[in-house]
């Protein structure tokens, strides 16, 4: 998946909207005001790896620590609480396993909303 696919994949996803609160480089995905996942738009200024196409993800602990051993295009996410978020390198991965990821952070952020939210969305 390309940058553009991701994007538009995530905005299909029922009452996500996008913003950018921490400015141009990054494009913050969220379900009810809550953030699920923060993709990268690189910047120059930044560390190398900030240049490399990847999106953080907000997913258990437990899974995260599962994925990151699994897969090293999964690690613990550069500018996030590394307990609760990776940085998905999505470019070397299997698309539709990069779509189920977008899907389980979503679902992940749902399950937390307020019950009167949630039955929005499930």
């Keep these: 998946m390309d940058i553009e696919q991701i994007r538009e994949y995530t905005l299909s996803i029922p009452g996500v909207t996008e913003d950018q609160p921490f400015g141009d480089d990054l494009i913050t995905f969220r379900i009810e005001g809550k953030i699920f996942m923060c993709l990268s738009l690189g910047s120059e200024d930044l560390d190398p790896r900030d240049m490399q196409p990847r999106f953080a993800i907000k997913l258990s602990p437990d899974r995260n620590?599962?994925?990151?051993e699994h897969s090293a295009?999964?690690?613990?996410a550069w500018h996030w609480?590394?307990?609760h978020w990776s940085d998905?390198?999505?470019?070397v991965l299997d698309?539709?396993?990069v779509k189920a990821l977008i899907t389980e952070s979503y679902s992940l952020v749902v399950s937390k909303l307020p019950k009167t939210k949630r039955e929005k969305y499930q």
Excluded: H, Q, S, W
């Design 73 to 76: 295009a999964i690690v613990p």
């Design 95 to 97: 698309d539709n396993f």
């Design 81 to 83: 609480n590394k307990k």
């Design 65 to 68: 620590e599962e994925l990151r």
């Design 88 to 91: 998905v390198f999505y470019t």
